[in-house]
Structures are given as structure tokens and as C-alpha cells.
T-cell receptor, first 112, second 112 residues
Framework: SQQGEEDPQALSIQEGENATMNCSYK?????LQWYRQNSGRGLVHLIL?????REKHSGRLRVTLDTSKKSSSLLITASRAADTASYFC????????????FGTGTRLTIIP | DGGITQSPKYLFRKEGQNVTLSCEQN?????MYWYRQDPGQGLRLIYY???????QKGDIAEGYSVSREKKESFPLTVTSAQKNPTAFYLC???????????FGPGTRLTVL
């Protein structure tokens, strides 16, 4: 079953612009993670935000978490062509599941 | 180099055959996972293992089997009972549940 749902499904922007992707989920979580996948490759972990955190930064990445709305956003600033990839959120649920549940992903295309 | 490897990169199978996908990690991680990814889709969990000699079914375990005889290795067998096995298979590992996952490069399985 899918816990996280990303929005939009696809996003195209000009190089240098900022890209924002959103993730909604349904149950209480321990943490939420964002991953990137280049076409035909494995996933790469970007950032982990815990349920008691509201915002986290890593380089050009900014992640926010609103547990009252059960949603998270990933902001990539000053986008580059190399940022073209699919981005997935994954949730670690509070109880029951010993696993991450991945969303369906946002396909980001940066236009040079 | 520390990391997680999968082999082969491409695999072709005739209908009715069992095939085994290899996954090895030298990160000293306790937890390992197998995911299936279909075109344009997110990841679906097949099996996971929290510790040697123990593993649990994920969301789509039917037609698959695994073993965890060594900490470093978590092979996946796609059996003839899996009716639609053509997909991209990803193996991952993490230190423990809920931690960031490290992914292998994937195996693309095609049934002829």
C-alpha cells in the first residue's frame, strides 16, 4: 500500500529556478525521508526529517514537515540540469511496520 | 569501497524458469530489503530482513523467495509462480529499521 503520495507527478522548470515537490501521508510517522532516482539507477538518500523537526537543510535542499497536515515539501533551489531525476518520499511509520513505505514519485525535468 | 552491489545488471528469463538475483553489502548493515519497481511507478516492498536467518514478507511477496544466511547477502529468487515478473528490482540495506537506506544499482529482469 502507498503511504506517501507526491505532488505533482511531473514538473518541468528552467535551469536556475526553484523546484518544489510535496508529499502527503496518512498515518503517524517516526520520520520522513526523500530520495532521488536517476533513470534506470538505484535510489540515493537525500535527507531525513524526524517527526519532532519542522525544517531541515542540506546544501540546496530544504525540507519541511507539517505533522498536523501530514505533509512534507522538498525545495530545490537554483536548479541545475543534473537535478533532473525522479524524487520519492518515504515514511517510517510509528507502529506496526518495520519498513519504509515509498510514494509514487515526482518526475523533475530541468530545462537548460 | 563500502557499498551495496547487485548482479546481474540485466537478466532474461524464459517463462517457467526460476531465477536468482544477487545482493551483497559490505556496510555491516543489519537490515536488507528487496523492492520491485514497474515503469513510472514507485517502489513496492517484496521482502525484508532485520537480522540474519530472519525475514518477513512485504506487500507483494507472492511468487518470490529469499534467504538470509549471511549478514552480507540477501538473494532473491523469482519463481515460476510469479505471473508478471518483468520489472526493475532494487536491493537496499540500512543500519536498522527507519534509518536511511542505501540502494544497489538494480537488476532489470525481462521474461521472454
Amino acid at each position: 500500500s502507498q503511504q506517501g503520495e507526491e505532488d505533482p507527478q511531473a514538473l518541468s522548470i528552467q535551469e536556475g529556478e526553484n523546484a518544489t515537490m510535496n508529499c502527503s501521508y496518512k498515518t503517524s510517522i517516526n520520520n520522513l525521508q526523500w530520495y532521488r532516482q536517476n533513470s534506470g539507477r538505484g535510489l540515493v538518500h537525500l535527507i531525513l526529517i524526524r517527526s519532532n523537526e519542522r525544517e531541515k537543510h542540506s546544501g540546496r535542499l530544504r525540507v519541511t514537515l507539517d505533522t498536523s497536515k501530514k505533509s512534507s515539501s522538498l525545495l530545490i533551489t537554483a536548479s541545475r540540469a543534473a537535478d533532473t531525476a525522479s524524487y520519492f518520499c518515504a515514511t517510517d511509520e510509528w507502529v506496526g511496520n518495520e519498513k519504509l513505505t515509498f510514494g509514487t514519485g515526482t518526475r523533475l525535468t530541468i530545462i537548460p | 569501497d563500502g557499498g551495496i552491489t547487485q548482479s546481474p545488471k540485466y537478466l532474461f528469463r524464459k517463462e517457467g524458469q526460476n531465477v536468482t538475483l544477487s545482493c551483497e553489502q559490505n556496510l555491516n548493515h543489519d537490515a536488507m530489503y528487496w523492492y520491485r519497481q514497474d515503469p513510472g511507478q514507485g517502489l513496492r516492498l517484496i521482502y525484508y530482513s532485520q537480522i540474519v536467518n530472519d525475514f518477513q514478507k512485504g506487500d507483494i511477496a507472492e511468487g518470490y523467495s529469499v534467504s538470509r544466511e549471511k549478514k552480507e547477502s540477501f538473494p532473491l529468487t523469482v519463481t515460476s509462480a510469479q505471473k508478471n515478473p518483468t520489472a526493475f528490482y532494487l536491493c537496499a540495506s540500512s543500519m536498522t529499521r527507519g534509518d536511511e537506506q542505501f540502494f544497489g544499482p538494480g537488476t532489470r529482469l525481462t521474461v521472454l
